[in-house]
């Protein structure tokens, strides 16, 4: 459906951070991502009709179907006009009755489950706990009328006489369920951007910022889908049998396409000096660069041709110029972190990728030179020059050997043999090089979300800016909502392990400045007391306080080495070599001490 599937989690907003929306409780969407770490724990569901509004329906219960229902039946309402186009063409019509009468039935069957689905789970809704008649009140809320709207006709059907045509333009009801997703992402837009002007509203709206939420996914998506379905037209156009069939279907499209793609230009550059990339004092300056940029290019060149064709028609034929409709499909990179990541890639590898990139070079010539000299005299058509044995060099060396052409001579051959070795080698260096960065790279990408979270975290709880930054950033690298939570409770495990760790840190050293000052005053009141002498500390201080017993330790040993330094170690070695003056653990002790000293 949409070319970028975890982008919808990431910014689907603040629906459970401002409540359900009134009447449409049950249509509320997702947490963010980095909303769901922060979120309540959700009590367990009760009972059978508890366990399937909590899989299904609710919009505040992270990880179940809600939103690949949403998904699945805007896919199927947004296929639905097509149906009807292509209905009223008979060759199409009569050709695929079978087909057209499936999808029919199969979305009336999809949308008749979740009516009733969504009536049996009602008393389940936040705004219906514990009320009476919650299935009369679920049924007179707005978006269940049309719920009802999109199926009841098919049913009348049954018992009332309604002709084909009638039914069919009925049928575009089933359009209005679009409102179901369309109207909380409406609200939640609205509410993230109050106060903000009309170019702000509609930077917000076409470009990825904080406060963009689900209606710029539900604004790309649609994006998507016309891209996807204008190069499908453009490549079916080539099809003559198809094209004399659908001429004025394909022109409708492609007047769609365009009038849909320049709307989007128009509103990009309209609205690019919100970009904190392009502001500028002056706007035509802002617009000036985003015009010169990549996807801007892309998105010119996208409606460019029609254009040229329908005001130069007259004096040029301008017709080869279609083709070039195709670059439309690049405008799906500018939903594919992918490609950031592969610029990335390139950039950072370029002089790897030069230098494999000169040794394929440097083979591809001399194979070709070889298999000139070998193989021009067996077969001058074939390896007429170098430069035509440059083809052949190519597809040999990248293992492909289309047969057109190939050695005949035994040195040729054998020249062939080791050379299709070689650039089995040679021709995956910058494949793997490539893949290794690319991998790398996106190990840096997470490991920087990381450190961005560790950021947003510092202060112990997220703020309502930083929750919306975390949901842009985790948007643009296209986590998914698993790995976005997966490093949420990461970097809090590791942040209360070093707050742990420091909290132990400031201890010891209280617990150290402690003992330090209880044997300075003993220190004190020794030599108060016995002249200056060397003071010692009780062995109920050092019994019941571990740090003063090892300060002790550490003034004796030091008491130890002034004396080691300070007297000559062989004039005491005698006196500790005596049984019976010194004991073997102090024998041991002072030879250590001596042996440091020496």
């Keep these: 459906m949409s070319s970028t599937p975890n982008t919808q989690h990431a910014t ?15 249509h509320g969407t997702h947490h963010g991502h980095a909303e769901g770490s922060d979120a309540p724990t959700l009590p367990a569901p009760v009972g059978i009709r508890g366990n399937i509004y909590a899989a299904l329906f609710d919009p505040d219960r992270p ?10 039946t805007m896919a199927l309402i947004v296929a639905i006009p097509f149906a009807l186009l292509f209905e009223n063409v008979p060759e199409v019509y009569e050709a695929n009755q079978g087909l057209f009468h499936f999808f029919d039935m199969f979305s009336l069957g999809v949308f008749t489950i979740e009516y009733i689905l969504r009536l049996y789970t009602a008393p389940e809704m936040a705004e219906f706990k514990g009320k009476s008649g919650s299935h009369f009140r679920w049924m007179v809320m707005p978006m269940s ?16 006489p309604l002709n084909v045509g009638a039914l069919r333009a009925i049928r575009l009801l089933r359009l209005a369920k679009l409102s179901r997703i369309l109207i909380p992402a409406v609200q939640e837009f609205a509410q993230r951007n109050h106060g903000k002007t009309v170019r702000q509203k509609v930077h917000a709206l076409i470009f990825q910022t904080p406060t963009s939420g689900k209606l710029h996914v539900l604004l790309d998506n649609f994006l998507v889908i016309w891209v996807l379905i204008s190069v499908v037209a453009v490549i079916l156009e080539t099809v003559p049998s198809i094209h004399d069939i659908l001429v004025w279907e394909f022109k409708l499209l492609d007047y769609i396409a365009v009038a849909i793609f320049s709307t989007e230009y128009v509103l990009r550059l309209y609205s690019v000096p919100e970009e904190p990339e392009f502001k500028n004092r002056y706007d035509s300056l802002s617009r000036l660069g985003y015009a010169k940029t990549r996807n801007a290019i892309i998105d010119l060149l ?4 029609f254009f040229l064709e329908v005001f130069l028609h007259h004096l040029f034929d301008l017709r080869f110029l279609r083709v070039f409709r195709l670059m439309r499909l690049l405008k799906l990179t500018r939903n594919s972190g992918a490609m950031d990541t592969l ?10 990728l030069y230098a494999a990139g000169f040794v394929m070079i440097l083979l591809v010539i001399l194979t070709a030179s070889f298999g000139y000299l070998l193989e021009h005299e067996a077969q001058p058509d074939k390896f007429e020059n170098i430069p035509q044995s440059i083809y052949w060099a190519v597809i040999t060396l990248a293992s492909v050997g289309y047969g057109d052409i190939s050695p005949v001579t035994p040195g040729g051959r054998a020249m062939t043999v080791i050379l299709a ?19 790398d790279q996106l190990r840096l990408d997470r490991e920087a979300f990381e450190d961005t979270v560790r950021e947003a975290l510092h202060d112990g709880h997220l703020s309502q800016d930083e929750k919306e930054m975390l949901e842009a950033e985790a948007a643009r690298l296209h986590l998914p909502r698993t790995e976005v939570d997966r490093i949420m409770k990461k970097v809090r495990h590791l942040m209360a392990q070093e707050l742990l760790e420091e909290r132990e840190r400031v201890h010891e050293q209280h617990a150290r400045i402690e003992a330090m000052e209880v044997l300075k005053q003993e220190h004190e009141h020794s030599a108060a007391g016995a002249g200056g002498g060397g003071g010692s500390v009780s062995y109920e201080q050092i019994a019941g306080n571990p740090e003063v017993a090892f300060e002790q330790a550490r003034i004796l040993i030091g008491q130890l080495r002034v004396l080691g330094t300070a007297v000559d170690p062989d004039k005491l070695k005698p006196l500790f070599a005596s049984p019976e003056r010194a004991t073997d653990q102090e024998r041991m002790v ?6 440091k000293a020496g």
């Design 302 to 305: 996208a409606v460019l041709p």
């Design 145 to 160: 009328i049309i719920d009802l709207a999109a199926i009841l006709p098919f049913y009348l059907s049954l018992f009332l």
């Design 12 to 26: 689907h907003g603040h629906h459970g951070h401002h409540g359900h929306h009134g009447s449409h409780g049950d």
């Design 421 to 439: 070795f070689l650039g089995i080698g040679i021709f995956a260096i910058p494949a793997g090089l490539l893949a290794s960065a690319f991998t």
């Design 590 to 595: 002072w030879e250590l001490v001596a042996r």
């Design 63 to 72: 990880g179940n179907l809600q939103p690949f229902i949403d998904n699945f």
């Design 343 to 352: 610029g990335k890639v390139v950039i950072r590898e370029w002089r790897v």
